[in-house]
């Protein structure tokens, strides 16, 4: 049995689906072991999970708090730098120190996430097989497709391309303290020099938590891209609580911006306020990001029974009964969205959100709004336009079943081990393409 370490970026959306996927591994007799920045622990919370921490005089307890509000909520040009050499900063200390600790603690195979390009880097010098996961939006390169992280709809005309080719210009001027970062530490390593994030992904094994139909058409994915779904927790279908008491003759709206936009006031009280315009109850999972007052002020604002709002609801059970979901366009809501054939109103914020926006615009499976100028007058007719057009769930359909079909975490678990030589499961490679 094998010795698995992990790479990820400090986020609790990537730790959590890579958790999955451990879980799965460790069912199967493997071990596991996560590597990162010491704070990153506290979202390790199964013991059959093992965590090494690095960087521990790099980042003092609570830097990664500090870190993620950043992340969050930028506010300039020169927060968004900052964002981006914290991403270098980990990046490189990573490089430095997860060569000793692998060897320490005899690793014999990594899997990394497509965000840390310190993974690749490091796997490479070591000579240690690794496997790239896609927890955001794939970061593979293709000519005629927008970078993930930008908003634009999908095009094949001239000024579309030149739109996509300027924009890949401007992100990796923008990107350049990463840049140097990468540069850097592949010739500190000793293996041949590259610069960007799609340069560091596996050449044994890449998968994604999309399915093709949702991506934008790729003409020439690598023939060792799987797309298998979401990575969930088997049997976690009820994490967060039980949901309230939904009557069954007015609209049913979720509305959840993920765990690091949860503290978004002023726009959970233009959602209550559209969903109390068109009568529709609401359920609000803040994910912390909300106090006591905050919360009770947009649950008290309408009629009775109009709005709940609480730190975390059962995602999946609430996106099953709901007539349409309120998001920020994170992946793993799209993907639940879709499982659940709930339309989505997307209203990306940062990060891969607004790639999704555009993926879930482009599918036909949803609407995007602006988070910061779209009005409760807006947004209601936005909401009642997804619940009254059955040609959202109609186009819902196939890509639900696609989902169906992927795989999820044991299908990622058979292509870790069949690429690593563990059993005799071989990856699909039809279901790989599909």
Known sequence: MAHFGVVAPAFYSHFNALAALALMLIARGHRVTFLHRPDAAAWITDARIGFHALGADRYPPGSLAASLRLAAN???????????????????????????ALEALRVDALLGDQMEAAAGLVAEALGLPFISIACALPVNREPGIPLPVMPFEFGTGERALKMYEG?????????????????????????PVRAMLHECL????????????????????????????????TGGAHAGGTLPAIAGDR???????GTLQGQRFALFKRIARACRAMDAQLLVAH??????????????????????VCAFAPQQAALARADAVVSHAGLNTAMDAIAARTPILALPIAFDQPGVAARISHAGIGLRASPRFTGAEQLAAYLRRLIL??????????????????????????????????????????????
Not at 287 to 308: D, Y
């Open 251 to 257: 609209p049913f709206i979720f509305a959840s911006l």
């Open 389 to 434: 057009d059955p040609a959202y769930a109609q186009r819902l359909a196939p890509l639900a079943a696609q989902l169906a079909q992927a795989g999820g975490t044991p299908r990622a678990a058979d292509i870790v081990e069949a690429t690593l030589g563990l059993n005799a499961h071989a990856p699909n490679e039809a279901g790989a393409r599909a």
């Open 287 to 308: 994910c912390g990001g909300l106090n006591a007052h905050q919360a009770q002020a947009i649950e008290s604002a309408g009629p009775a029974g109009a709005t709940t």
């Open 202 to 233: 596996s050449p044994l094994a890449q998968i994604s938590q999309t399915v093709a139909r949702f991506d934008f058409p790729r003409r020439n994915p690598p023939r060792h891209f799987h797309h298998v779904g979401p990575l969930r927790h």
């Open 167 to 191: 924009s890949a210009r401007v992100y990796d001027w923008l990107m350049a303290p990463h840049r140097k970062v990468i540069e850097r530490q592949a010739r500190a390593l000793g293996i």
């Open 74 to 100: 930028p506010g300039s040009p020169l927060g968004l730098r900052k964002v981006i050499v914290d991403m270098a900063d980990t990046t490189d200390m990573l490089c430095r120190e997860l060569p000793a």
